[in-house]
């Protein structure tokens, strides 16, 4: 390694930083995807029922599980991440575009109305967000990302140290 150019010494650095930055956005977005929405642990599917051979095919569509939502945020944050690599190196504008992304997930669930997904002792929901007169279209905006970041607020100091 010693006989690398410096260019390429410097790639190798910049890919570890940015490593070492997914996996702390990693981590915080773990805790926060368990403040926001309803986790249980060891989250199984159910199995999927394929269509013996001589059946017709039937379309079975089966509702999200908090384990498939967690997957397609992370995977909306990815490639939100690869779409602007310039945030790639900053863990700020990392956590800001994690936010988003979780702020887009959650608006589209209480969109179509799974509440089921969403964790009720989040302190951010309004008071009457459980009971069956809520209509989240007719409602004032719930603002999530200033909740998450007041409360993983003390974190960011110890992750920026880790950096």
């Known amino acids: 390694m010693a006989s690398v150019p410096n260019a390429i010494q410097e790639k190798i650095e910049n890919l570890k930083r940015n490593f070492r930055l997914s996996l702390l956005a990693y981590e915080e977005y773990s805790k926060m995807f368990r403040k926001l929405f309803a986790c249980k642990d060891n989250v199984e599917e159910p199995p999927s029922k394929t269509p013996s051979k001589g059946s017709r095919k039937k379309l079975i569509i089966t509702p999200y599980t908090t384990q498939k939502l967690f997957e397609m945020c992370w995977t909306l944050f990815v490639a939100v991440k690869s779409e602007f690599p310039e945030i790639s190196g900053d863990f700020v504008s990392s956590i800001n575009g994690l936010l988003c992304c979780m702020d887009c997930v959650f608006h589209n669930i209480l969109h179509d109305n799974r509440r089921d997904l969403i964790n009720s002792t989040f302190p951010g929901l309004p008071r009457t967000f459980f009971s069956p007169s809520y209509d989240a279209l007719k409602a004032s905006p719930i603002n999530?990302?200033?909740?998450?970041?007041?409360?993983?607020g003390a974190d960011a100091h110890k992750y920026l140290l880790k950096i």
């Open 144 to 152: 999530i990302i200033g909740k998450l970041c007041s409360d993983s």
